[in-house]
């Protein structure tokens, strides 16, 4: 039988050296590992969280752009309207403007008797007319006139002086016949605001030129 030898306090020593310089290297290289790993993770939780915060500020910047272009629209849009209305405002005072000089002018002219009776009558009744409401002097003889003239017949103008056109007109007929059931408004101030209805169009367009927005033409 081998005999087993005891070892010396030297011996053990050593074997105790190297056994806690062996449990010290593989505690150091799983540290080591530990340590790796752990800054793998954290810098994998790292960029995931600044990836998060990243997409979240580009999230909110995006929505304050989106929410500044539409107010900046909604500003040019206010402006551009508010333009809009106070160039059609100006227009319209200008169109107001210009009839209220064409009746200012058609006042001026009834003081002229010669250009006054000189002003066409039409339309001539082609019937009998009875009475006939006027301001002032206005030229019935030549009405009876001009109607014979047209239909080669006599007819009595009569004015009717319970209805006369009132002082601020600009004169011209105002013709009933057919025992009241016909009326002619044939007065200059109806004749502008005819014109001022039917012409308006024309006005409009030699003023400011064609609407490039308008598609449909009478």
């Not at 993770?41 to 990836?51: A, H, W």
Request: glycine residues 6%; charged residues 30%.
């Amino acid at each position: 039988m081998s005999q087993v030898h005891a070892l010396s306090d030297d011996q053990v020593g050593q074997e105790l050296r190297k056994m806690t310089a062996f449990i010290k290297q593989e505690a150091l290289e799983k540290a080591r590992e530990i340590e790796i790993k752990a800054n793998e993770e954290f810098s994998i939780e790292k960029s995931k969280l600044v990836r998060q915060e990243t997409d979240s500020i580009d999230a909110a910047h995006a929505k304050r752009l989106k929410q500044a272009a539409m107010s900046q629209q909604i500003t040019r849009s206010t402006v551009a309207n508010k333009t809009r209305l106070k160039v059609l405002a100006a227009r319209q005072q200008l169109l107001d403007d210009i009839f209220t000089a064409a009746s200012k002018r058609l006042d001026e002219g009834t003081k002229d008797t010669a250009k006054y009776r000189g002003r066409p009558q039409e339309p001539t009744p082609r019937g009998p007319i009875r009475p006939i409401r006027a301001r002032g002097p206005d030229a019935i003889k030549d009405a009876e006139s001009e109607y014979k003239s047209n239909t080669d017949k006599e007819t009595k103008v009569t004015v009717d002086e319970d209805n006369a056109l009132p002082e601020g007109s600009s004169g011209g007929l105002f013709i009933v016949g057919g025992q009241g059931k016909i009326e002619i408004n044939n007065t200059f101030d109806q004749r502008l605001l005819l014109l001022q209805t039917s012409g308006l169009p024309a006005v409009r367009e030699t003023l400011f030129g064609k609407n490039p927005n308008r598609k449909f033409y009478d």
